[in-house]
């Protein structure tokens, strides 16, 4: 058996650290997704509309304003609650695995800290900005403080993650 051959058998620290880093950001991603359709659907139900929320934003991203004409009219569609609450998890996991390699990142050089938290304040105003201007018919339907409490309390469950198994990380500007 040759170097090489043994290599390929048996898996790295470096290969355990990548397929943690991603374990860790599918567990964030999870946690962020389940946080913010838990808020929404307290929300939805407070008001007695269950599934309302999963419903407008199902409805704007599969069939445009146009299905949008007069949301508060929606009845909930529990196909299209699904379709999008398919792509909401699959945005949250894409996300958290993100997130996560940019703190590994960060676990092996701090000094890129302060680039990771400016990319992330960058990344909540952008989300902020294009549903002002792209999702306007959505905003109709759901109130701008809603999503952004909604996505504060997703970020932070997702940053609880992430400390859980980081609590010793350092920033460094």
Known sequence: MTATESRISSPTVVDRQATGLYVEGILAG???????AVW????????????????V????????????????????NFEVVLSFTWVHVLAFLL??????????????????GFGVMLLFVFFEFGFLLASMV???????GLTLPEVLVGNLLAAAAM???????????VIRP
């Open 30 to 36: 999870l946690v962020g997704a389940a946080t913010i």
């Open 40 to 55: 929404f659907f307290a929300l939805d139900s407070i008001r007695g509309r269950p599934f309302y929320t999963p419903t």
């Open 57 to 76: 934003l199902g409805t704007a991203l599969f069939q445009g304003s146009a299905g949008l004409q007069n949301p508060q009219a929606l009845a909930p």
């Open 95 to 112: 996300i958290g695995v993100g997130a996560s390699r940019l703190l590994g990142l960060v676990e092996l050089d701090p000094s890129f």
């Open 134 to 140: 792209f999702a306007e018919p959505v905003l109709r």
């Open 159 to 169: 940053a609880a993650v992430f400390w859980r198994r980081h609590p010793r990380l």
